[in-house]
């Protein structure tokens, strides 16, 4: 009797388990559903075309227009400078824990990374207020700084934990065989890295841009607080620009409940989905390649 | 040629990693030693006064703390039933690898698109208002896929013929979770909760639409009531007040509070690792 009771939870609570794994599918689902439902409901408004090529986003005008370019391309531009700033220095830091750092240099390096990843992204984007933009206010005689450049240098230190992280696991996991053949036709260590384990870390250190570049797309805060948020067309870093997610920031809180303004926000937000699932899945892709590289 | 090279190396190397190091550094040294002044008792046990010029964050502090509550009380049963699935029952199926792959992709979702999606669900859908419930719950989602990741390495850790010697012994598959494989991978689970819980707590995106407020008359506390949260506070008197200049020695203060609830988060993470290194 009693085994059978014990039995009966046994089973009971694999149930359990088992549906919180199907709930996990159930909330990506969910997230899905509600943006194709609230994009097919905008679009049964404005013209897809007119979203997809419009080069004016001004939903409160009198003809109000839903162009989302200019957002599109502002998060690109930010995203681009941040990833000039963060890849290369992500690179050489990981090149650096992982081949020149001593075992107590790295216990040191390490933790730093992660505290640097902990700082909420509202605390970076107030240093842009406070720091970054005042420093490029004072170069470019600008009045406060706020634009593409100051959301780029944010964005770059948010991305660099994960492209720092990622990397330093591609470089760590190319064997020691490689390093050692190339010892021995006499390169030296710097030659070894750029030419042998740099390379052969290549997919990992894709993936890590990938994940990096991913984190800066979906990034809101930081680009909200230091971009300026100016709706036009963003000519270069040194104007203000207003990114996808600034902008769903920015209105979702004042837009009446399922208005034309209100689909067009999530409208934006599938854009955002897709630009960030694509570079997840790229970055993933590279993952399992170096992966099974390494493997054989 | 190789001379040169050789003598670019370590400027090279050390210039990348101590820029990296040099941007912690100023985060840190420039909210402490602007933040340090605004930082009193008072500061941390009164309510905001004039019109947010003056007084403290008291209430932000506790809600920061109750949201908090409730993204820990949901994502992590939650969460640590779906690693125990995984890792321990879930054949290698494409169900399962479906479910993985939710996983990663729930992971990669920006957390405004969180924020839209507690908003049409918690908010609008389930009728909760935006309340502490609703951004709770809306952080308990964001926060999921890490508690999931992280626990599922904690149980892969704990070696098979642990589980096998529970069975051996006569114990049914959950009593041998329940009994053996949890308490052995605790440390390990308990470490990844609080970084989540960490990150949970410094979000500001998510609660944007789903409950944060400016101001709230009378005390935080009721489930179904708008709540003052630390990082939407700092971001409002950062951007939003009308007069930025003058309460920006509070702005300090809250950022340095908040980083310093973050950081203590953290250390304490870091100290279970660490103690929990040494056990084995």
Not at chain 1, 36 to 53: G, K, Q
Not at chain 1, 246 to 273: C, N
Not at chain 2, 127 to 134: E, I
């Amino acid at each position: 009797m009693k085994t059978l009771a014990r039995e009966r939870y046994d089973r009971l609570f694999k149930l359990l388990f088992r549906t919180t794994g199907l709930m996990v599918i159930a909330i990506l689902g969910g997230i899905f559903l509600m943006l194709l439902w609230n994009t097919i409901a905008f679009f049964l408004h404005v013209n897809p075309w007119d979203f997809i090529t419009g080069t004016q986003w001004n939903p409160s005008g009198s003809s109000a227009s839903y162009g989302i370019l200019p957002l599109v391309v502002s998060t690109s531009l930010v995203t681009l400078g941040a990833m000039l700033i963060a890849v290369p220095l992500g690179i050489g830091t990981a090149a650096f824990i992982s081949e020149y750092a001593g075992r107590r240099l790295k216990n040191i390096l390490k933790p730093t990374i992660e505290m640097l990843a902990a700082v909420p992204s509202v605390a970076i984007g107030f240093l842009g207020i406070v720091i970054v933009g005042p420093g490029i206010a004072k170069l470019t005689g600008q009045s406060n700084g706020l634009n593409a450049l100051n959301g780029a240098i944010l964005l770059a230190v948010m991305a660099l934990p994960t492209i720092i992280t990622v990397a330093e696991d591609a470089i760590n996991a190319v064997p020691k065989s490689y390093r050692e053949a190339s010892y021995g036709v006499g390169a030296n260590r710097w030659q070894t890295l750029i030419r042998v384990t740099i390379p052969a870390a290549a997919p990992g250190i894709i993936a890590a841009v990938m994940l990096g570049v991913g984190r800066a797309i979906g990034e809101t805060m930081t680009v909200l607080m230091a971009t300026g948020n100016v709706s036009a067309f963003p000519k270069g870093f040194f104007d203000s620009v207003r990114t996808m997610t600034a902008t769903i920031a920015i209105e979702m809180g004042e837009v009446p409940y399922q208005t034309t303004h209100y689909f067009a926000l999530f409208a934006i937000a599938s854009v955002l989905f897709i630009m960030t699932l694509v570079a997840n899945i790229v970055g993933e892709y590279f993952v399992n390649r170096f992966r099974k590289y390494h493997a054989a | 040629m190789k001379k040169l090279t050789s003598l670019l190396e370590w400027p090279v190397l050390i210039f990348c990693t101590a820029t990296v190091c040099f941007f912690l550094g100023v985060i840190i040294t420039d909210l402490v030693g602007k933040g340090w002044s605004a930082l009193s008792w008072e500061f941390i046990t009164s309510r905001p006064a004039d019109g947010m010029t003056k007084g403290g964050i008291l209430p932000a502090i506790l809600g920061t703390v109750l949201i908090t509550l409730i993204t820990a009380l949901f994502a992590v049963p939650f969460g640590i039933c779906c690693a125990v699935y995984l890792n321990e029952y879930a054949k290698d199926t494409w169900l399962t690898r479906l479910i993985r792959a939710c996983i990663r992709n729930l992971s990669g979702v920006p957390s405004i698109i969180y924020g839209l999606f507690g908003l049409a669900l918690f908010v609008q859908g389930l009728r909760l208002g935006t309340s502490v419930l609703s951004a709770g719950l809306t952080l308990g989602l964001l926060s999921l896929p890490y508690v999931i990741t992280t626990t599922e390495e904690a149980l892969r850790r704990i070696p098979a013929s642990m589980r096998e010697a529970a069975l051996g012994v006569g114990a049914t598959q959950f009593e041998s979770i329940r009994d053996v494989v949890l308490p052995s991978a605790l440390p390990g689970i308990l470490t990844g909760v609080v970084l989540t819980l960490s990150r949970a707590a410094g979000e500001t995106a998510p609660i944007l639409f789903t409950g944060a407020a400016f101001y709230i008359n009378g005390t935080s506390g009721y489930l179904n009531q708008e709540f003052m949260a630390l990082p939407y506070h700092l971001y409002m008197l950062s951007t939003q007040h009308q007069a930025i200049e003058e309460v920006r020695p509070l702005a300090y203060g809250t950022a340095l509070i908040l980083l310093m609830v973050i950081f203590l988060l953290n250390l304490t993470a870091f100290y279970i690792r660490y103690k929990h290194r040494n056990d084995d």
